[in-house]
């Protein structure tokens, strides 16, 4: 079955330490898509990528970074620079990024500072 | 700047019908999504709205009225799985097209 794949689900990071989020979609999708979502909010958008080796700043890109090296993968780090990081973090993707595309979503990773 | 506005939580008894409704401020305005999500699990797309009017979907319809800049989500037959948060989200130009989020509605059901 086709989806979206997330890893690790739970995330434990050090002060001082950058941390990599996985995704891997195989629904051919050309779009892809980083949230971050705080208890009792709604969705943030950090990052997203229309097409491989491109990829846009969303509302929040501060102190996060990303790369699209192959259409599967959108992996995510969560660099030292970003202070307050405890969060569910989910990935996305569609068809395409012209807002009228249903987003498909993995089942999120959760960071906590230790 | 652009904000959506809906309640925060809704409850409702099993098999009755419930609306959840949401209000935008925005510019460029593109289109109105519906998204439900189960406590700890990921979003599931239910709707979009780009005209004016009403979309059915199974149980679930979603209105648009673009002059009053409101939508709403109608659930109908309530069942105890329906128990989520369920989410709007609209697509501007000026957000290059990307959704801006609802805090999201959380709906409590009643047997």
């Known amino acids: 079955d086709g989806g979206i794949t997330q890893s690790p689900k739970y995330l434990f990071r050090k002060e001082g330490q950058n941390v990599t989020l996985s995704c891997e979609q195989n629904?051919?999708?050309?779009?892809m898509y980083w949230y971050r979502q705080d208890p009792g909010q709604g969705l943030r958008l950090i990052y997203y990528?229309?097409?491989?080796?491109?990829?846009q700043k969303g509302d929040i890109a501060e102190g996060y970074s990303v790369s699209r090296e192959k259409k599967e993968s959108f992996p995510l780090t969560v660099t030292s620079a970003q202070k307050n990081p405890t969060a569910f973090y989910l990935c996305a993707s569609s068809t395409g990024t012209d807002g009228n595309q249903p987003q498909h979503f993995g089942d999120g990773t959760r960071l906590s500072i230790l | 700047g652009q904000s959506l506005e809906q309640p925060s939580e809704v409850t409702a008894v099993e098999g009755a019908i419930v609306q959840i409704n949401c209000t935008y401020q925005?510019?460029?305005?593109?289109?109105l999504s519906w998204y439900q999500q189960h406590d700890g699990g990921a979003p599931t797309f239910l709707s979009y709205n780009a005209l004016d009017g009403l979309e059915e979907t199974g149980r679930f319809s979603s209105f648009l009225s673009r002059s009053d800049s409101y939508g709403y989500l109608l659930l109908q037959e309530l069942q105890m799985k329906d128990s989520a948060s369920y989410f709007c989200?609209?697509?501007?130009?000026?957000?290059?097209?990307?959704?801006?989020w609802g805090a999201g509605t959380k709906l409590i059901i009643k047997p």
């Open positions: 990528s229309q097409i491989v080796n491109d990829f």
């Open positions: 925005t510019s460029g305005f593109y289109g």
């Open positions: 989200a609209v697509a501007t130009m000026d957000s290059n097209y990307q959704l801006i």
């Open positions: 629904l051919n999708h050309d779009a």
